[in-house]
């Protein structure tokens, strides 16, 4: 069954580096997606792809079956939840989600 | 930037009731996508829609909901006779090319008493 896997929860102090891991054990996937969601608004897309990539100060590791979000210099007003998603190579290209990492930011 | 949007955010509905939820795509997409996330579990795929017809559905999308573009703007998920386990926060996608990201709208809360 197609799933992806990451915490629940991670904390981190304010100014430093932060790591998400996902794991999926999607079919066919060629692509994760990074979103960031705060409850009521849109997800927002951070970061894809098939291979290490950066948008700022979002970082995303690739291995074949698992990725990091790394969030470089971490501000208070980052604490939200943040998915991994899987895209499968089907002609739809649907997304498969985590469950979500809600991110602590300690002053 | 262009933006998906839905209405309502938050739509309240009795038990057996038939809701429709819109959605407004951005303009020149093509690919339209239904998801829904119960309280404390993982956003689920529910549908996705091309070329006006349902392209995939998820074993969650059974006979009470349906989708249509009724005049090529609007994307609507209409939910038959709606059920308690109904309730969840359903999300609205497009996107231009299959190999261009999804776009999110802000989302519908659905409540059903």
């Known amino acids: 069954k197609d799933q992806v896997f990451q915490p629940s929860t991670v904390a981190s102090s304010e100014g430093a580096v932060v790591e998400i891991f996902c794991n999926h054990s999607v079919s066919n996937a060629y692509n994760f997606f990074w979103y960031l969601h705060f409850p009521g608004c849109a997800p927002r897309l951070l970061v894809k792809g098939s291979k290490p990539s950066q948008q700022g100060r979002y970082n995303m590791t690739y291995e074949r079956f698992s990725s990091s979000l790394l969030i470089l210099q971490v501000r208070e007003a980052d604490a939200a939840v943040y998915y991994c998603a899987g895209c499968n190579a089907g002609n739809n290209r649907k997304l498969i989600w985590g469950l979500g990492t809600s991110l602590a930011v300690n002053p | 930037e262009p933006e998906v949007t839905q209405t309502p955010s938050h739509q309240v509905t009795q038990m057996g009731q038939e809701v429709i939820l819109r959605c407004v795509p951005i303009s020149n997409h093509l690919y339209f996508y239904w998801y829904r996330q119960i309280l404390g579990q993982k956003v689920e795929f529910l549908v996705s829609?091309?070329?006006?017809?349902?392209?995939?559905k998820s074993e969650i999308f059974d006979d009470q909901f349906s989708v249509e573009r009724p005049d090529g703007s609007n994307f609507t998920l209409k939910i038959r006779s709606t059920k308690l386990e109904d309730s969840a926060m359903y999300f609205c996608?497009?996107?231009?090319?299959?190999?261009?990201?999804?776009?999110f709208g802000d989302g519908t809360r659905l409540s059903i008493l």
């Open positions: 996608a497009s996107r231009e090319q299959l190999n261009q990201p999804q776009h």
């Open positions: 829609f091309y070329n006006n017809e349902i392209s995939e």
